[in-house]
C-alpha cells in the first residue's frame, strides 16, 4: 500500500524555519529516490531536494545551504529542515517517491524533475511573509 503523508506546514515570517515531515510505507522509503518538490502559484513544479537510498542528497540551487533533508529510518519518515525562510519559498510543498535515477555529471544521482516520480502526497502549504 503506497502512502505518503505530509505535515508540518505553516505561515511563518522570513528568516524563520520549518520542518516537514512526510511518512512512508516502508516499500516508498526502501526502494527508489525520495523527494520534495513544490509549486507556486502560477509556477510549474520544482524539485527542492532529492534523497537516494543511500543517504546521498541533491538540492536546488536556490535552496542550497538552508534546506537540508534527512530520513529517520526507524520511522520511514524525511525530513525537510527548512532554515532562513524566503517569501520566495512560498509554495505548497510535496513528499515524492519511487524516483528514478540519472546519470548526471558523471555519476548517478536522483532526478529533480518532478514526472520522473511515481507517487506524492496530497502537499502541505508554507507561506512566507
Known amino acids: 500500500h503506497v502512502q505518503l503523508v505530509e505535515s508540518g506546514g505553516g505561515s511563518v515570517q522570513a528568516g524563520g524555519s520549518l520542518r516537514l515531515s512526510c511518512a512512508a510505507s516502508?516499500?516508498?522509503?526502501?526502494?527508489?529516490?525520495m523527494g520534495w518538490f513544490r509549486q507556486a502559484p502560477g509556477k510549474e513544479r520544482e524539485g527542492v531536494a532529492t534523497?537516494?537510498?543511500?543517504?546521498?542528497?541533491r538540492y536546488a540551487d536556490s535552496v542550497k545551504g538552508r534546506f537540508t533533508l534527512s530520513k529517520d529510518n526507524a520511522k520511514n519518515t524525511l525530513y525537510l529542515q527548512m532554515n532562513s525562510l524566503k517569501p520566495e519559498d512560498t509554495a505548497m510543498y510535496y513528499c515524492?517517491?519511487?524516483?528514478?535515477?540519472?546519470?548526471?555529471?558523471?555519476?548517478?544521482?536522483?532526478?529533480?524533475?518532478?514526472?520522473?516520480?511515481?507517487?506524492r502526497g496530497q502537499g502541505t502549504q508554507v507561506t512566507v511573509s
Open positions: 515524492a517517491a519511487d524516483g528514478v535515477r540519472l546519470w548526471i555529471g558523471g555519476g548517478v544521482m536522483c532526478s529533480r524533475v518532478d514526472g520522473d516520480y511515481n507517487y
Open positions: 516502508r516499500y516508498m522509503y526502501d526502494n527508489g529516490c
Open positions: 534523497i537516494d537510498t543511500d543517504g546521498s542528497t
